[in-house]
């Protein structure tokens, strides 16, 4: 499965974002999908995931209310609207796919190359 993260960019805090990852070479309504981020000196960390069909999303509590994953199945697609940008959500995001239902980076078997998010206060 190849993951292509795209949608990042330099936004003003309390600005939008619209998170964008295609992917081939697999069946994608049987992975679950997620989205993480990393800042420069810290560990990946979880962001949202949606199961197979969108029946099922998880945030993180840190972008809860301002973040919505969401799943095209028929164009084979997850996206990741975030609102209300913040400073502290200034990371290379990433979406990444696998089978089981975790937020756990380690439970995501394929991932894509990132995309650079800026917010600047």
């Known amino acids: 499965v190849q993951l292509q993260a795209s949608g990042g960019g330099l936004v003003q805090a309390g600005g939008f974002l619209r998170l964008s990852c295609a992917t081939s070479?697999?069946?994608?309504?049987?992975?679950?999908m997620g989205w993480f981020r990393q800042a420069p000196g810290k560990e990946r960390e979880f962001v949202a995931r949606?199961?197979?069909?969108?029946?099922?999303?998880n945030y993180a509590d840190s972008v809860k209310g301002r973040f919505t994953i969401s799943r095209d199945n028929a164009k084979n697609t997850v996206s990741l609207q975030m609102n209300s940008l913040k400073p502290e959500d200034t990371a290379v995001y990433y979406c990444?796919?696998?089978?089981?239902?975790?937020?756990?980076?380690?439970?995501?078997?394929?991932w894509g190359q990132g995309t650079q998010v800026t917010v600047s206060s």
């Open positions: 949606i199961t197979w069909h969108g029946g099922n999303t």
């Open positions: 070479g697999g069946t994608f309504s049987s992975y679950i």
């Open positions: 990444a796919a696998g089978k089981t239902i975790t937020i756990t980076p380690t439970g995501y078997s394929y």
